[in-house]
């Protein structure tokens, strides 16, 4: 191996370690961070995610309020236990994890979601904020992207970033945030005819797919800088991710691994989000 590791999981360590103690400045000043994870139905893979959600919240001196409804649950009692929460002084961010059943449109969900407490960043109004470079919550993956791409000290200004995959949660708006950073960017899809082609001159590679194998040696520039943000099986149900680590990191300069990259910066930047969800949220005045 030539390439660096990218050691996400020291970086979250920092990233907390830092939370916790802004988090308990502001609970002495009688304002404790607070977070309300929903989880509907059971899928497997949502209920360790938002345990480990809840437990980062523990370890940080977030206080974490976790709801669990059945499948079930309508899409109207959903709004409306959002609308509770929106109102609701002690709680400064919002979670929905995803995927929602079937029935209920997660659009809608969103949406009702008070954009002062998307510590997710999916509102339309975080969004929006990106596009334009306002102020907002950006979301968690690709902010922690940017992190993991920051602690190599190589700046991205004038340099060759191609992001594969356009989701709205990742692809999307981690295109912005490198563009943002003054890099030339380039987003690859199912739709792009050789990927390659596009990688082979990049300088940074953020591949956010959910495919196994989808960047290879033979199409990463020597020393480049390659993230990895897949969350897959291989045939002996190993995790790994959307990068062939074993061959791209022999060729790249710097990587991130599955596990131990990217995971663990999503959660931490989660922490961020509702730190300071919680540090912006106006004084309640109570009347006598
Ligand atoms: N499901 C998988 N990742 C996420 C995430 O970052 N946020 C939410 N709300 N749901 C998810």
Redesign the pocket.
């Known amino acids: 191996m030539t390439a660096q590791l990218i050691d996400g999981n020291a970086l979250a360590r920092t990233i907390r370690a830092e939370v916790t103690e802004r988090a308990a400045a502001l609970t002495a000043r009688g304002r404790q961070p607070g977070l309300a994870v929903i989880l509907v139905g059971e899928d497997p893979?949502?209920q360790v995610?938002v345990k480990h959600k809840v437990n980062d919240c523990e370890t940080s001196g977030v206080r974490s309020v976790l709801d669990r409804y059945p499948a079930t649950f309508s899409e109207a009692e959903l709004l409306a236990r959002i609308e509770v929460l929106n109102a609701d002084p002690s709680i400064h961010g919002i979670?929905?994890?995803?995927?929602l059943p079937k029935h209920i449109d997660p659009h809608k969900v969103i949406e009702t979601i008070s954009p002062l407490k998307d510590v997710?960043g999916?509102h339309v109004q975080s969004a929006g904020a990106l596009m334009v470079g306002q102020p907002g919550f950006r979301?968690?993956?690709p902010y922690g992207c940017m992190k993991l791409i920051e602690t190599t000290g190589i700046s991205l200004k004038g340099k060759n970033a191609v992001v594969i995959g356009r989701s709205n949660?990742v692809g999307k708006p981690m295109a912005l945030l490198l563009l943002q950073a003054n890099a030339t960017v380039t987003v690859c899809h199912s739709g792009t005819a050789d990927i390659g082609l596009y990688t082979r001159q990049a300088d940074v590679v953020v591949a956010a797919v959910g495919k196994r194998m989808v960047l290879t040696a033979d199409m990463v520039k020597p020393g480049a800088v390659v993230i990895d943000v897949g969350m897959n099986r291989d045939e002996a149900g190993k995790l790994c991710g959307d990068v062939d680590f074993a061959g791209v990191s022999q060729v790249a300069g710097w990587i991130t691994p599955v596990p131990g990259g990217v995971g663990p910066m999503?959660r931490a930047m989660?922490l961020v989000n509702t730190l300071e969800a919680a540090e912006r949220a106006p004084t309640v005045v109570h009347s006598v």
């Open positions: 893979a949502s995610y979670l929905v994890q995803m995927p997710d999916f979301p968690c993956t949660t999503t989660l």
